[in-house]
């Protein structure tokens, strides 16, 4: 009798969905939401570097530790209902225990000279 309902989705399934239509692939390899907030004129999207993402030379010494973060990386990701959406991206820094050199990972997450995504920057500019 009548239509078997529909199960809805997980919600960490809607998550997921949802991140992946308004943060790039690339970005979210290497980071992992952490807020979000809306104003009257924009929305940022928090991301933090996920743990697992420690640099390449600090990672041989044994005494590294988790030193806060870098200054973050802010980034225009794409307009979504009139309104842009900026990623904020916050890069994890660590240093030898005792010592003030600190590590962090680069990456290339904005088109040079324009502080937005790939993606739709390809749009906006023409890179040689």
Request: with cysteine; glycine share 4%.
């Amino acid at each position: 009798m009548g239509r078997k309902k529909k199960e809805r989705e997980p919600v960490e399934k809607l998550f997921s969905t949802a991140m992946t239509m308004l943060v790039p692939a690339h970005i979210l390899e290497h980071f992992e939401m952490w807020d979000a907030q809306e104003s009257l004129d924009r929305w940022v999207i928090e991301m933090r570097e996920k743990e697992s993402q420690i640099p390449s030379e600090p990672a041989e010494y044994s005494d590294v530790v988790f030193d806060g973060y870098c200054n973050p990386i802010e980034t225009l990701s794409h307009s979504f209902v009139c309104k842009p959406i900026y990623l904020r991206l916050y890069r994890r820094r660590y240093k030898r225990a005792n010592t003030d050199r600190h590590y962090c990972n680069e990456y290339d997450v904005a088109l040079r000279g324009v502080k937005m995504v790939p993606e739709p920057g390809f749009f906006f500019k023409d890179e040689s």
